[in-house]
């Protein structure tokens, strides 16, 4: 039987929202890239568009494709010669055999067909994930552009790789949670031909142990049931299993090797002693193996490892203290608390304790779909970068809450008095944004609210004339300060208003006196996005001076324009090497210029900022530069 007008109906509009929506997607991601301030080599910069721009019922949308076609990493370039070249381009790049396969006739003509479409949005989000992660690459310490794109582009050779028909079957899978002892005990395949080695240092496995330890809970562990008695792939999980097995002396290549030198050995008694004493057995095998365990060679059989004995590790108060640096074998007895629980850290590991791990099980996927899975688990999402953890990590002081605001980085739909109230009546908060957005620092990832932290404390942070912390250190220390001191000067309201408001007046100056900054601060010349430590050290420089000289400092800056330019352009060079230490000298070194040109006390700046706020990172930042106080 025919389909009546109605059905037919249904489906035509059912087919122009699919459409529809994947063309919205698609302009989206677009709009995204086109917004980047910077790129990896060879990709080049566009100007931004809105998503509205890219408009599919004309050929704008092409032209908008061809502009980001660079962080899409099409094999060849998109040639916009014609309509029908341009389509033949496109899906030869989505990877169809043929033209006709991604393309359709439309009311204005050839278009790419849906399933095309669908491939372009899944390539353009991709693009943009990737795109994200090369940004916070290039902001870290330590990075470079040449790092920063090999790894931008190895992520896509991998992606390309991986492409893949899907497996139609059906997959099943439960989750649960299980005892640390049901993980240790079940027969387990760590080693599967698509995992990774083993790749966490003991540092890690340590302060995995120590999370178990304060009650932390872990993340899913993800097994595959892979048929009969055969033992469960790990999909995801191995470097969380591989610790805790090393560390309760459960790893089978370390039972193993147990087992082979107690043959050997038999009046040695080693494998008694590695399950009740390990020190003692690390002894026994020096004597009667005759060679010491180097921790190489613990690492090679995957032996037991001790507990971190510093105060780093997490493991205070008096239940865990007496854990530091110890092997399992020497706490089993031991009580903690952990889940509101009192139990012994042997209950914890091999007995049936209120802690649980979550884990995720398959039983019933083909070999092919046991890679489509780890696949998937190892592409979702993005690891938090720095700025992330730092905003979650003290996210409860409001002096981390105005950071995000001012920055421009706090959710739209959240108003200034509710995020922070301390910010709601300060003139100039929303500007602040909007210079740091004009200085080329774009809302990927809390890049704004990086700068402005490190704004922030650079000119309040007091290290008590110590050499200062990594840069992004010295942001979480004065962070950290705060929320861990109640009394703390920047815990008031009125004075995180009031310091707000000198760097918002101090950003619209620097960025009114546009003259005084040379082209070579904007990242290589071609672009408007501003070099980091350029902008750290000449808006601190800004606002160290404002801080000394509130009442006049307009006219100090038009009045010393030409020796500031002159020297920004001249001798401001940025160092080659960019090793923490060539950081802050390069910072302290502008800051130190500009106030001087400005001819402000700079001692006397340093005073006003510690009365205004409590504290002064000055001294901090320019060190043996300061001249000395007046007794």
């Given amino acids: ?35 980047a301030t910077d790129a990896p080599s060879g990709v080049q910069p566009c100007s931004p568009f809105a998503p509205s721009e890219v408009t599919f019922d004309a050929d704008a949308w092409m032209s908008r494709l061809a502009d980001v076609q660079g962080w899409l990493h099409f094999e060849d370039d998109l040639q916009t010669t014609d309509t029908e070249t341009f389509l033949t381009n496109v899906v030869s790049s989505l990877g169809f055999d043929s033209p006709k396969a991604g393309t359709e006739s439309g009311a204005t003509g050839l278009r790419l067909s849906e399933a095309a479409l669908e491939r372009l949005t899944e390539r353009a989000e991709f693009a943009v994930r990737l795109q994200q992660e090369f940004l916070t690459d290039i902001d870290a310490e330590g990075s470079s552009r040449a790092s920063a794109t090999a790894a931008w582009a190895e992520a896509w050779i991998a992606e390309e790789d991986n492409a893949e028909a899907v497996v139609p079957e059906p997959v099943t899978a439960k989750a649960d949670v299980w005892h640390i002892f049901q993980l240790t005990k079940k027969k387990l395949n760590l080693a599967p031909s698509y995992q990774r080695g083993d790749v966490w240092r003991t540092g890690d496995r340590q302060a995995l142990i120590e999370s178990i330890l304060r009650g932390i809970p872990l993340p899913s562990i993800i097994l595959l049931r892979t048929g009969g008695t055969t033992p469960h792939d790990v999909v995801d999980g191995k470097q969380r299993l591989t610790a805790i097995l090393r560390f309760v002396g459960q790893h089978p290549v370390a039972l193993a090797k147990v087992v082979e030198a107690d043959a050997m050995h038999p009046d040695a008694g080693l494998r008694s002693l590695f399950e009740t004493d390990y020190p003692k057995f690390r002894r026994a095998w020096k004597r009667y193996v005759g060679e010491p365990l180097t921790t190489k060679l613990e690492d090679d059989f995957y032996f037991p490892f001790k507990l971190r004995s510093d105060t780093n590790g997490g493991l205070v108060g008096p239940d865990l203290e007496p854990l530091r640096g110890r092997y399992f074998t020497e706490i089993r007895e031991n009580t903690i608390h952990v889940a509101d629980q009192e139990v012994t850290v042997e209950e914890l590991f091999e007995g049936a304790p209120d802690y649980k791990v979550p884990v995720i099980e398959y039983t019933k996927a083909s070999q092919r779909q046991i890679h489509e899975v780890f696949k998937l688990y190892n592409k979702q999402g993005m690891h ?50 909007k210079n740091l957005a004009d200085y080329g620092f774009g809302e990927a990832r809390y890049r704004r609210t990086k700068v402005l932290g490190w704004v922030v404390a650079v000119l309040v942070n007091d290290t008590h004339g110590k050499l200062l912390p990594s840069t992004a250190r010295h ?4 962070l950290s300060q705060v929320q861990s001191d109640a009394s703390h000067p920047l815990r008031d309201g009125a004075r995180i208003a009031d310091l707000f408001g000198l760097i918002a007046k101090s950003a619209d100056l620097h960025a009114s006196h546009d003259e005084l900054w040379p082209d070579k601060f904007r990242g290589d010349g071609k672009s408007s996005k501003w070099q980091d430590l350029q902008l750290v050290g000449s808006l601190v420089g800004i606002t160290i001076a404002a801080a000394g000289a509130p009442d006049d400092i307009e006219d100090r800056i038009e009045a010393s324009a030409d020796v500031i330019r002159l020297a920004a352009n001249d001798e401001w060079t940025r160092p080659e090497k960019t090793q923490t230490r060539t950081q802050w000298d390069y910072i302290a070194r502008i800051v130190e210029d500009i106030v001087e040109k400005l001819d402000v006390d700079i001692t ?19 060190g043996s530069k300061l001249p000395p106080k007046d007794e």
């Fill in 475 to 478: 942001t979480d220390l004065l």
């Fill in 1 to 35: 039987m025919s389909n009546s007008i109605e059905e037919i109906e249904d489906d035509e509009v059912q087919e122009d929202d699919a459409l529809a929506q994947l063309q919205a997607r698609i302009a989206e991601s677009l709009s995204e890239l086109s917004t």
């Fill in 384 to 433: 938090l970068n720095a700025e992330e953890i730092r905003n979650a990590v003290y996210h409860d002081i409001e002096l981390t809450r105005a950071i995000l605001v001012a920055a421009g980085d706090a959710s739209p739909r959240a108003s200034i008095a509710d995020v922070a109230p301390s910010l709601a009546d300060v003139d100039g908060t929303l500007e602040l944004g």
């Fill in 604 to 622: 006397a700046a340093s005073e006003a900022i510690r009365t205004r706020f409590g504290s002064s990172g000055v001294e901090s930042l320019l």
